[in-house]
């Protein structure tokens, strides 16, 4: 079977379609037929193996030679014990633990998978598992008459955060680079900032919550933004970020009367699906930039690491 795959971290370049192998499911697993797979930006990193964090499991080479957890697909063979699926299945899921979804097969574990609802294409249900899971979480907390801003809105995780905030009857404000304004107004943001011209941390009047997709501002920026009793979450971002946000971010938080940390966010079905049936019924719209073959998966990764893609990503591999 043809896959991509990369044995060193690196950009795009280090990328190169082959023939490998088909794998076989062990107890607990399936193989896929994959349909369709959407790019996360945790491919982006895990191809460079920056920040430090994409490189759990692979410290010094990648620890999965070919990339992308979000697949649909058809189930093509089972392992002992699974009792869900049977072959012909259709599936999609966040393969996070095995990735492998840039390829014509992949194994997954039955628990991370999910019956495809026939009222979405393959490339449709691709763009729901990781990017669901972070947006139904990370605006949990919206409400009506709650000042919600995603920060980096204009990607998959933050189209569909939007939509759900809205729904919820938030007043949403959307940061992202100038080319996603216009986007992020057309999926429903009341307001919309270009990070290059304004910094949201010093605009007025401060937010509720925050849901920030991209951090590496200080926690005292971030408490700035926050009206008393705000709650700030961060999803992705530097190390070092990361870890002020998990350090002072508690503190500075406890001690001004608002809450700042980073958002644990939850896998498997449970967390994505409730996003799909919104989908299904037309009140979530899923927003595919470009789709793309097997062969162009490094044009693909570029075009998401780079900020460059209004919704998501996705590859087909026929």
């Given amino acids: 079977m043809k896959a991509v795959v990369y044995e060193r971290y690196g950009g795009p370049e280090v990328l190169r379609v082959e023939d490998v192998p088909m794998p076989s499911p062990a107890a607990g697993q399936v193989r896929v037929r994959i349909v369709a797979t959407s790019i996360n930006l945790s491919d982006w990193e895990c191809l460079r193996g920056s920040p430090a964090y994409a490189r759990i499991g692979g410290l010094r080479t990648p620890a999965r030679r070919t ?4 697949i649909a697909g058809v189930v093509d063979e089972v392992g002992e014990g699974v009792t869900r699926f049977r072959p012909g299945d259709e599936v999609y899921g966040d393969n996070l633990l095995l990735k492998g979804g840039f390829a014509e097969y992949a194994i997954a574990p039955e628990s991370a998978l999910a019956p495809k609802p026939a009222q979405l294409s393959f490339a449709e249900a691709s763009t729901i598992p990781q990017a669901g899971a972070i947006a139904l979480q990370g605006t949990k907390s919206a409400a009506a008459g709650r000042r919600l801003l995603i920060n980096g809105a204009g990607g998959g995780s933050g189209s569909f955060a939007i939509q759900l905030a809205k729904r919820l009857g938030a007043h949403v404000t959307a940061v992202d680079n100038s080319t996603k304004l216009d986007f992020m107004q ?49 999803v992705g971002g530097s190390v070092p970020t990361l870890l002020r946000i998990l350090t002072a971010g508690w503190l500075v938080g406890r001690l001004s009367g608002r809450s700042i940390g980073v958002l644990p966010v939850k896998e498997g079905p449970t967390h994505f699906t409730p996003l799909a049936d919104l989908c299904t019924t037309g009140d979530v719209k899923i927003h595919i930039h470009h789709t793309y073959p097997l062969d162009d998966v490094p044009t693909a990764l570029t075009t998401v690491g780079k900020g460059q893609a209004l919704g998501k990503v996705v590859i087909t591999p026929s």
């Fill in 186 to 234: 057309s999926v429903g943001a009341d307001e919309v900032i270009d990070y290059r011209r304004d910094d949201f941390t010093k605009t007025s009047p401060p937010y509720d919550l925050i849901l920030d997709l991209v951090a590496h501002r200080s926690v005292f920026a971030y408490r700035r933004a926050l009206a008393p009793g705000g709650k700030y979450r961060c």
């Fill in 67 to 70: 990339l992308g957890s979000d």
